[in-house]
Structures are given as C-alpha cells and as structure tokens.
C-alpha cells in the first residue's frame, strides 16, 4: 500500500478550497489524472450513510464499469479516515462502478472532513450533475443557502455559475406543487416555469402550455396576454402595480430568492415609509423566517 505524498489539509479552509480536489477528482484537469494518496482495498470503503443522493441510474453504471476494466479508475475518490477504513466522501459512482468491475484495490485522495463539510460536499457534488432536473438544483441551493449559511455570490464563484442562474433557480420553487411535478417530470423548462411565476393562475396557465407543447417564447407571450386582460379587468389594481419601479421589483427577486418565500414591497408614493409582504407556504418556512429574524436582532 503506497504511503501518503500529500499533507491532509485541516478544516476551516472554505468552500472554494474544500470543493478543488473533488472537482478535480470528478472532472480532471488540465493536468491530466491527480495522483492517489494510497490504494485501498475496496472492501475498506463505504459509502456515506447521509449521502443525499438515493438512485444511481444502472446503465450510466454499467457503462462506468466497462471503462473501469478496460483503463481502471483514471480519477481517485475523495475518502476520509474511519475507524475501520475510508468514508466516500465524493465519487460514489466511481465506487460502485468499481465493484461492478470487480476491482480489488481503488485509489484515493485522503482528507480530514467534519460531518457538515461531508454533507456539504454530497448537495454540490449532486448540483454539478447533467441529468439534474431543475427542481432538484433550486433545492441544492436553497439548502446550501439556509443550512450552510452561503451567499448566491459565494455559490456562484465556487460553482461557475452566474448569480442571476442561481437567483432565478431557488424562485422556481415558490410555483405551486402542480407546476414542480411538471418540471420534475421533463414537461416544463425551466424558462417554461419563470415565464409562469408571475401569472394570476400559473397552474391553468402551465395546463396549457403542457397541452399544448408551447415553447418558452409562446408561454411568456400567453403570460403576457393574460397581464394585459387582469389589466385591462382590474384597472385600479393594475394601476397601483404600474407604480412599482424596476429597482422595488428587482429587490423583490433578489429578497424572495434569498428567503426561499415570496416577497412583496409595498411603498408608498412620495413617501419614505412602506411595508414589505413574506408570505411562507409552512410551518418550516415560518420557522425558517422566525429564526432569520432572531438571529438578525
């Protein structure tokens, strides 16, 4: 068994630090492979019992074992130190494969991680995946956000992804459970479901569109139409929202993608004074709301 040739790291070294061997390990580099710290016995690996990620699609399995036999594991695991071996940290995939292929030893990267790095790891890991549907990345980042404590800003330089994705991504869970299942299921975009956020009756709405097959383009074009109606059916009401400037709206996004709920501001015209509107769809987005609040105080 080859001695370790890198120097564990300690915690505390943050999240752009903690996620470089994992996408390392996962992607490659320019580089080419990253060197194992040791091969293990593959009996001496397990995976981690709190890993989110429950379903691994069999044939991307068997697909993965076949190149296994034929080049071996090109990318070493990430793995932490247990009493009687290694924890899977990232590269689950990869293990599983590995049996399936029948290998005696694998390599691996060992580092020292906490039970919360370990966790946070596994919901990034999951984020980065291709065959993710759009509810299952906004729920990633909500968690990441309202467990872990991080910013869009900070998620989108450690994921490479723009502020604006990851804003408009955790909206998308605000749409009622009708519109998530249509998303879940491939029925809907995600341009399809921001098209429907601001419609009077999105479920209606999204029935169409999914009847109809419409486009994006066509579905912000129907959502439109239906605004100018309430507008034209509700004159009063539309009038006081025609008041609200793109910076209130815009506060509004960036406020409700922050809280995961939806927020309205509410200000009066010539005046300094207003009221903000959070609307929570549960008992635990209430609590979640409650203890913002408390901790903020």
């Not at 996408?23 to 995976?47: A, F, Q």
Request: aromatic share 2%; hydrophobic share 35%.
């Amino acid at each position: 068994m080859a001695e370790s040739n890198s120097k564990q790291r300690g915690l505390g070294r943050g999240l752009s630090a903690l996620m470089a061997d994992v996408s390392d390990s996962t992607t490659g580099n320019d580089s080419g492979p990253r060197r194992p710290d040791l091969l293990v016995p593959i009996e001496k690996v397990t995976p981690n019992p709190d890993q989110p990620r429950r379903s691994f699609d069999e044939a991307a399995l068997d697909d993965l074992a076949s190149s296994i036999r034929e080049k071996g594991i090109i990318q070493p695991l990430i793995v932490r130190p247990k009493s009687d071996g290694y924890e899977i940290v990232a590269g689950e995939r990869r293990w599983r494969a590995a049996q399936m292929a029948q290998l005696h030893e694998i390599p691996v990267l060992v580092r020292e991680c906490s039970d919360t790095e370990v966790l946070e790891i596994a919901i990034i890991e999951n984020i980065q995946r291709t065959d993710l549907n759009p509810v299952e990345e906004a729920a990633g980042y909500k968690q990441l956000m309202e467990k872990f404590g991080h910013t869009q800003e900070k998620l989108a330089e450690v994921l490479g992804k723009s502020r604006s994705h990851i804003a408009n991504s955790v909206r998308l869970l605000q749409l009622p459970p009708e519109i998530l299942a249509y998303l879940r299921e491939g029925k809907l975009s995600s341009g399809h479901a921001r098209a429907l956020i601001t419609a009077e009756d999105p479920v209606k709405l999204a029935q169409k569109v999914v009847g109809n097959e419409l486009s994006v383009r066509e579905t912000e074009k129907l959502a439109k139409a239906e605004a100018t109606n309430i507008f034209k059916e509700s004159k009063a009401a539309s009038t006081a929202k025609s008041t609200k400037d793109a910076d209130t709206k815009a506060l509004e996004a960036d406020l409700s993608a922050n809280l995961g709920m939806k927020v309205l501001i509410s200000h009066k015209p010539g005046q300094d004074s207003g009221t903000i509107t959070v609307s929570y769809n549960d008992l635990e987005q209430l609590d979640t709301l409650c203890r913002l609040m408390s901790s903020s105080s």
